[in-house]
């Protein structure tokens, strides 16, 4: 990244984080770019750009001749200590949850993804990848693999992938995930209309039955800017004293 793309995007991340801290509300309008030039310590054209980038986004917009107002549409937390439906977590936030299907096929289970799902390799496994959009902007790009036996065959899979586990008789109980940052490769910016090497986060998840049994794996790709996930942890017991 070149050092201009790092002050551009530095001072976008200074906007969001103020966006999200309620300093300008909806409504609010944004400080002219001679201030937030001053305030950031880049140039007017480096403000210029930052702005574009929510405005692209559509936290803000332009007002020809008036200035840069919020229009509302910001990340919204979510906390990871349950199962996310990304249906009901993007309606909450006040948008259209929409879903796209972009392929869905079956393949035998290689060696590792039949070790995770505990079933015999060359099980068929039902692929489905696809994208979650919220007022249309696409912020969820995933790949889910579960057992074909489990997913009836006339189930609709636009539909939440528990919904079908359930009707199957495999409702979800628990999960286990890992969660990485990276950056969008070419195809996955394609897919989520961002710039190539656009920041990431990555969730790779394990979902099991009431029965603990792995049931489903599922690889994730999050639009960083159109979500806050938070991670609620408790404090372990204290150690007796000696």
Avoid: C
Avoid at 174 to 200: I, K
Wanted: proline content about 7%; glycine content about 6%; cysteine-free.
């Amino acid at each position: 990244m070149t050092q201009r793309a790092t002050m551009v995007a530095r001072t976008r991340e200074g906007l969001l984080r103020d966006l999200l801290d309620g300093a300008y509300p909806h409504g609010a309008k944004l400080p002219n770019e001679d201030d937030l030039a001053e305030r950031f310590g880049v140039s007017r054209a480096t403000v210029r750009e930052a702005v574009s980038g929510l405005v692209e986004a559509g936290y803000v917009t332009r007002r020809h001749g008036s200035g840069t107002y919020v229009t509302g549409t910001l990340p919204r937390r979510h906390a990871l200590d349950m199962s996310v439906s990304y249906t009901r977590m993007i309606a909450e936030a006040g948008m259209e949850p929409g879903v796209v299907i972009i392929d869905q096929e079956e393949h035998p289970a290689s060696a590792e993804e039949a070790r995770v799902l505990q079933v015999p390799v060359g099980e068929p496994l039902l692929v489905v990848e696809r994208i979650r959009t919220a007022d249309g902007r696409p912020v969820v790009y995933s790949v889910d693999r579960l057992p074909r036996r489990y997913a009836p065959a006339d189930d609709d899979l636009v539909a939440s992938l528990y919904t079908v586990l359930e009707r199957g008789g495999h409702a979800v109980q628990a999960a286990s995930a890992r969660l990485v940052p990276v950056v969008a490769d070419e195809r996955q910016a394609r897919l989520l209309r961002v710039e190539p090497s656009t920041p990431l986060l990555h969730i790779d998840q394990v979902d099991l039955d009431r029965a603990g049994h792995p049931v489903m794996l599922s690889a994730e790709w999050h639009v960083a800017d159109a979500f806050e996930l938070h991670v609620n942890r408790r404090a372990s017991a204290p150690e007796p004293l000696p």
